[in-house]
């Protein structure tokens, strides 16, 4: 469990393809990372299979690189990181899991001194799940969506989004990582089941 909070950002140090995925090699700044440990990248909640002096090694599934952008990541891309949440630590963004749902392309970008304002497009299945002032991680950042069109969506960096993740790099036709708020995916599924369940009887 993460909450969308962006501890650091780090460099992969290698992205090595074989026929069941990927393995990235990512930057170790810890003294007590643990083999098996999970950590967010990019929002993709991803194992420690190996450690060694100064970096630390993730397999990524053909799975995951199919629905994240993992598979766009080489050696000397910067990825956001984020360690799982704590019992008792503070939850600062919302509850998220590291299941990346699908990948949203920018189609829009404003950055300018008064304002920094992105247009993602999510993937037509999954636009039930978006709420006006909803959360929403993008990149493995949390953040607010601040207006809705069809399936296209705003959100809004403040200055230290941009500083201490890697959004403010990205461009429009960049396809975010994109994890939807918990509490929508599930009242819609609810609600969908209800009305299925009323249709049949």
């Avoid at 194992?47 to 993730?58: K, L, Q, S, Y």
Wanted: hydrophobic content about 45%; overall charge negative.
């Amino acid at each position: 469990m993460f909450t969308g909070i962006i501890e650091r950002t780090l460099k992969i140090e290698a992205a090595l393809d074989h026929p069941a995925g990927r393995r990235l090699l990512i930057e170790n700044v810890w003294a007590d990372v643990a083999h098996g440990e999970s950590i967010a990248v990019n929002g993709v909640c991803l194992t420690v299979a190996a450690i060694e002096t100064g970096r630390v090694h993730f397999d990524v599934i053909r799975e995951t690189l199919n629905r994240t952008n993992l598979g766009l990541l080489y050696a000397g891309d910067v990825v956001n990181i984020e360690r799982s949440l704590r019992v008792g630590g503070r939850i600062d963004g919302h509850f998220v899991q590291g299941h990346v749902d699908a990948t949203g392309v920018m189609t829009h970008k404003v950055a300018t001194d008064a304002e920094w304002r992105y247009t993602i497009e999510a993937p037509e299945m999954m636009a039930k799940y978006l709420a006006p002032k909803g959360s929403i991680t993008l990149d493995g950042v949390s953040l607010t969506i601040a207006a809705i069109v069809g399936r296209r969506f705003d959100v809004a960096l403040i200055p230290t989004t941009r500083d201490i993740t890697t959004l403010a790099e990205r461009g429009v036709g960049w396809a975010f990582n994109l994890e939807f708020d918990q509490i929508a995916k599930q009242i819609v599924t609810f609600l969908e089941l209800r009305e299925a369940a009323a249709r049949s009887t």
